[in-house]
């Protein structure tokens, strides 16, 4: 058989490679899929059913080679709200939804736009939800009694702050040894598993030391069941969907956040590209199949990716094998979970929201004192305190204003004129003073991007320097980048305002992007095709052969080097014996432009 494509070149040797990971990554995989389940709110045989449909599903649809899917430690504040405000088959259809709409995305190729999140708000609500998780765990890990979940964090610590004198000393000592185990063993022994031999000894313990002194997942949400997931259909009306968009949608960008990450993540350690529209569409596919067997949404895993990575993957097979694992598992040894203690499984979910912090970035963020670090803190503290959907929603327009802002300060414009003392007589603003200034010709150096947070700075600063009321106009474009709509607004105003009273308006050195915008819009024609130039000094050479000599006659500004000739004889000067002041006299370095027909 030849395979091709992602299994191009595929034999017996890697299929051993893949069937290893797969094993290591599935053992693995069943705490955390247990856990994130308890902690959304759901059962736990929820977590395991998603693993295993999600997890084969996202393998072998999705674009990246590496990537293992599963319930994931991001989701659970959001799952979690949503089971508790809506109920857990409202759980299924949104995240049903945010599967249908994951596939839009892939199909409508916006995988590249997600990754244009800022980084300090991903770095924000990220550790937000860190601290969301593990906060969420202190309960279990102290084993208190009578606590009732709430879903903001302030309720929560007054939960357990209330309840504190019912910490269970069994409780306790079961998580210490779970969290014992996990810290210590992956420095003795880095390959074995240490969530789940964590998750076995503890439970072994607790199980023949203090039966019945602690709650277990059995005594908490009931039996596992040691048997596949049954197909089930949710009662979808219009108006559950209507009301359900909001937290789909949440659950969808989130789902697609997450999955390129952790596809980032596995081409950084592979060398590999994924395709992000494919993943988007993988992950689509994934989320509308697995509520109908029960299960809550998932997402591509960075830490499982990795270690699937690390343990010798190949292909999609390990993950289609971890999957595999997991429902071998789930029919096997379901009945003996119901004995593994809620405290077991607090320090494993407080390893995760410890790893998923990314507490080194966000320190090193803060310590730049940027607008970036405000964006950071924001959505960090939105995130704990409100909600993850506020906390973006908040984060995004923030980061987009403060970006508009800096660019916006990115925008010089500068009144030049030619340095003398200067080899190629480089036009400088310092030149530009009393006394020594063109009446007739006001030039300008416009920096920076034209665009509609600084089109009003570029049109004011022009303007309101043009009381002498010059007869040519000379604008050196050629650092300006981009221009948008606005910006030519703004430029197109500028223009009429010049020819209104008579004047000319010159442009030098006009980029590609902004000359196309110029063209389209009709300003190019307006402004007139002889009115371009490539470089300053052409510009300039058309400026000084359109002088009214007679008010060159007696003008002691003496601006340009033709102008000593110019105030005493008031006559046009001899471009062919002009010592300089041509396209190397203006020492400008502009981008050439063809010229335009």
Same mark, same amino acid.
């Given at each position: 058989m030849k395979w091709t494509g992602r299994f191009a070149e595929y034999h017996a040797a890697a299929f051993r490679k893949d069937l290893l990971s797969g094993l290591i990554v599935g053992i693995i995989a069943i705490p955390l899929g247990m856990a994130f389940a308890i902690?959304?709110?759901?059962?736990?045989?929820?977590?395991?059913?998603?693993?295993?449909?999600a997890g084969i599903l996202i393998s072998l649809l999705g674009g990246s080679k590496f990537q293992?899917? *599963?319930?994931?430690?991001?989701?659970?504040?959001? $799952?979690?709200?949503?089971? /508790?405000?809506?109920?857990?088959?409202?759980?299924?259809?949104?995240?049903? /939804?945010?599967?249908?709409? +994951?596939?839009? /995305? *892939?199909? +409508?190729?916006?995988?590249? +736009?997600?990754k244009f999140i800022p980084r300090p708000v991903t770095l924000g609500f990220t550790a937000g939800i860190a601290v969301t998780i593990f906060s969420g765990q202190i309960a279990n890990f102290l084993g208190l009694s009578d606590i009732e979940k709430h879903e903001d964090f302030i309720s929560n610590m007054k939960e357990i702050g209330i309840h504190i004198t019912t910490l269970n000393v069994y409780s306790l000592l079961t998580a210490g040894i779970c969290l014992a185990v996990i810290l210590?063993?992956?420095? +003795?022994?880095?390959?074995?598993?240490?969530?789940? $031999?964590?998750?076995? $000894?503890?439970?072994?313990?607790a199980a023949f030391l203090f039966k019945g002194q602690i709650a277990t997942i059995g005594s908490a949400f009931g039996a596992i069941p040691s048997a596949l997931p049954r197909f089930n259909l949710p009662d979808m009306t219009w108006e559950r969907i209507i009301t359900l968009i909001p937290p789909a949608f949440v659950i969808a960008m989130l789902g697609g956040i997450e999955s390129l990450l952790s596809a980032v993540v596995a081409d950084g350690m592979t060398g590999t590209r994924h395709n992000s529209n494919r993943e988007l569409i993988g992950q689509g596919i994934a989320n509308i199949v697995t509520p109908l067997f029960g299960g809550i949404p998932a997402t591509g895993a960075i830490a499982r990716t990795a270690t699937n990575i690390k343990s010798g993957a190949v292909s999609p097979i390990s993950g289609v094998v971890h999957g595999i694992v997991v429902l071998l598992v789930l029919i096997v040894f379901a009945p003996y979970a119901s004995h593994v203690p809620l405290a077991s499984m607090a320090p494993i979910l407080m390893i995760v929201a410890w790893n998923m912090s990314e507490r080194k970035a966000f320190v090193h963020v803060l310590k730049t004192r940027t607008s970036d670090s405000i964006v950071l803190v924001i959505t960090f503290v939105l995130t704990v305190f409100t909600s993850l959907t506020t906390a973006v929603e908040v984060g995004l327009v923030l980061a987009a204003l403060l970006f508009v802002k800096r660019m916006s300060d990115i925008m010089k414009v500068a009144k030049v004129l030619p340095d003398p003392s200067h080899k190629h007589e480089k036009v400088m603003p310092h030149m530009v003073h009393e006394g020594h200034d063109c009446p007739q010709v006001s030039m300008y150096t416009i920096e920076g991007p034209l665009f509609f947070g600084a089109a009003d700075l570029f049109e004011k600063s022009i303007t309101d320097t043009l009381h002498q009321r010059p007869g040519i106009l000379l604008l050196r474009m050629g650092k300006v980048p981009f221009m948008d709509t606005t910006g030519e607004s703004n430029l197109a105003s500028l223009v009429k305002h010049f020819q209104n009273q008579g004047g000319k308006v010159l442009l030098a050195g006009v980029q590609s992007q902004p000359l196309e915008v110029l063209q389209r819009t009709g300003l190019y024609s307006r402004i007139g095709q002889e009115h371009f130039f490539a470089h300053t000094g052409e510009a300039i050479d058309y400026a000084l052969l359109h002088l009214n000599s007679k008010q060159c006659i007696g003008c002691k500004h003496l601006a340009f080097r033709?102008?000593?000739? $110019?105030s005493q004889a008031g006559l046009q000067p001899d471009m062919n014996q002009r010592s300089g002041v041509g396209q190397k006299s203006a020492g400008v370095q502009q981008p050439v432009f063809a010229a335009p027909k």
């Open positions: 902690a959304s709110g759901v059962q736990p045989a929820y977590g395991l059913y998603t693993t295993i449909i293992i899917g *599963g319930p994931t430690g991001a989701f659970i504040p959001i $799952l979690f709200a949503i089971v /508790m405000q809506y109920g857990y088959e409202n759980l299924l259809i949104a995240g049903l /939804m945010a599967g249908v709409m +994951l596939v839009i /995305m *892939g199909a +409508l190729r916006l995988g590249a +736009l997600i210590v063993l992956p420095r +003795l022994a880095p390959k074995v598993p240490a969530s789940l $031999l964590g998750l076995i $000894l503890s439970t072994l313990i033709e102008c000593a000739a $110019l």
